[in-house]
């Protein structure tokens, strides 16, 4: 099978543009989570979404909002950015079935807010 | 909150020596605990984990152990090489119907010298 993809790879914008990120799932997941990575936070989850439901939520501000398609592909929009949301947003996902619980992460895009 | 303490935050070992890395959580409802290994600019992956079941696992060189009365959980490295030299992520969620919600540590980089 495929692995996770996530489109695209690098993003440059400005303060107060606002960026879609994309995330294909391997086929048959239905558990769509995203997380922030940074050198001084390390991995923070955002939120998931399973059944084109969000299911879970963190602690990220309004401004950072997602969805999910029929076919599970999943994106996370940031709205209004700020030089802080430069970071590697990582989406995974999962079977989440019974034990099938692994999350399986994606390469990232690496978002650089100037 | 949800919480989970990663220590030591670096580890530098001989090769061959063994590596320990601990983690406490802080949710009692927690009831899977992965361990991720990223590599310098490639995605996280996972490389062991373990249910709140079972006390230990084990896998070639690589061996989780699970203390849920005080809710700390640990990875061990044997005979270490070059190549487990990498950034190691504890994380832990409340498992099934919930994995997309993993709550990691702060990580710890590991080094291992030739």
């Known amino acids: 099978k495929a692995g996770v993809t996530q489109t695209p790879r690098y993003l440059i914008k400005t303060r107060g543009q606002q960026v879609t990120l994309s995330c294909s799932p391997i086929?048959?997941?239905?558990?769509v989570s995203w997380y922030q990575q940074t050198p001084g936070q390390g991995l923070q989850f955002l939120f998931e979404y399973f059944s084109e439901t969000q299911r879970n939520k963190g602690n990220f501000p309004g401004r950072f909002s997602g969805r999910q398609f029929s076919n599970s592909r999943s994106e996370m929009n940031v709205s209004t950015l700020e030089l802080g949301d430069s970071a590697l947003y990582l989406c995974?996902?999962?079977?989440?079935?019974?034990?099938?619980?692994?999350?399986?992460f994606g390469p990232g895009t690496r978002l650089l807010v100037l | 909150g949800e919480n989970v303490e990663q220590h030591p935050s670096t580890l530098s070992v001989q090769e061959g020596d063994s590596a320990v890395i601990k983690c406490t959580y802080s949710d009692s409802a927690s009831n899977y605990f992965p361990w991720y290994k990223q590599e310098l600019g490639k995605r996280p992956q996972l490389i062991i984990d373990?249910?709140?079941?079972?006390g230990e696992k084990k896998d070639q060189r690589i061996a989780v152990t699970l203390n849920k009365t005080a809710k700390h959980f640990s990875l061990h490295i044997t005979e270490t090489q070059p190549e487990d030299s990498a950034v190691y992520f504890c994380a832990a969620s409340r498992g099934s119907g919930n994995t997309g919600k993993l709550i990691f540590g702060q990580g710890t980089t590991l080094q291992v010298k030739p």
């Open positions: 086929s048959g997941h239905r558990s």
């Open positions: 995974a996902s999962s079977l989440d079935a019974g034990y099938q619980e692994t999350q399986y």
């Open positions: 373990i249910r709140s079941n079972v």
